[in-house]
């Protein structure tokens, strides 16, 4: 990516990289159990990977991509995850507290031993519904009554408890966040521009909209996981949509972090590695009585998954979608 686009972007890092701090903590168990502080993690990943998704492509050239840059770090994933599933069953069968059963398990449930790697398969067929729409219409009128009409489905199934393997029910569900971040890359506001001095207001605006609009509807939420819909399907996509945007903006208008714009740039491997690290740091930290252990075992996640980043990034590029296996 040019050096001018990529200082522009900046500001999406930076999105990536305090939801996925948000992710982490999240999982852990240090967040406070509030459904709202649920808006600012997924579904802000959901709209961001929008913002990045190419369709004017041939269709041969964007199944590569899609494959190269998430099926295949997807499936490197579980494998490993598995390998380490049936090593520690072996090892030591009475501290493994996972619902997970075997390699199966993508075709059977959704609990998985490495389960936020959900979102990665997610992605991928989210990516290919949203190509197919964008190459039989280019009216975005219509793309958006497809998306929601294909959105609406995916919500209704949840609702129905209608079980799809590999998460394509999910992937129907989460279409419409992908969507929008689509659309609103090319939107100026969305870029350097002279109403950048009302970026930290604007944001600051949409947030306390996001805490009003669920005031008003609470218990409105999605679980993508597990497709899971409470409450009302439309409103939860209008509070995701404002959350994400709010995030957008407030990091648009903050100086960059170095270390949130590097944390956020190869989110992948920490949004696929933490799950294996925090869970086997809870017990060891817990058996040990260390101090403040859900803090103490966050930070350590958070800084383990740093120090992967480079590993993963010189020796296997191709595991998070950063070199091409299929060409």
Known sequence: MPRKERQRLQYIDTAKGICMLMLIFGHVGILPDYYVLYYFSLPVFFVLSGFFLKTGVGGWSFLKNRVNKLLVPFLFFYLVSYILFYIGMSLAPDIMSTEARGLMDMFTQRQWFNGPIWYLLCLFWSSLWLYLICRITTRVDLQALVVLCIGSIGATMGREYLFLPLMIDVSLSALPLLFIGYVVKRLPLMYPNK????????????????????WLKPYNCIGFHTNTVIGNYYWTLIIAILASFSVMYICKSIRQVPFLVYFGAYSIVPFSLHHLIYRP????????????PLLCTALVTVIVSALMIPVMVKYMPWSIGLKQIIK
């Open 195 to 214: 109403y950048d001095r009302y970026n930290l207001l604007v944001g600051i605006a949409l947030l306390g909209l996001v805490l009003v609009v669920t």
């Open 281 to 292: 740091l809870i017990v060891a930290f817990n058996s040990v009585a260390v101090p403040y």
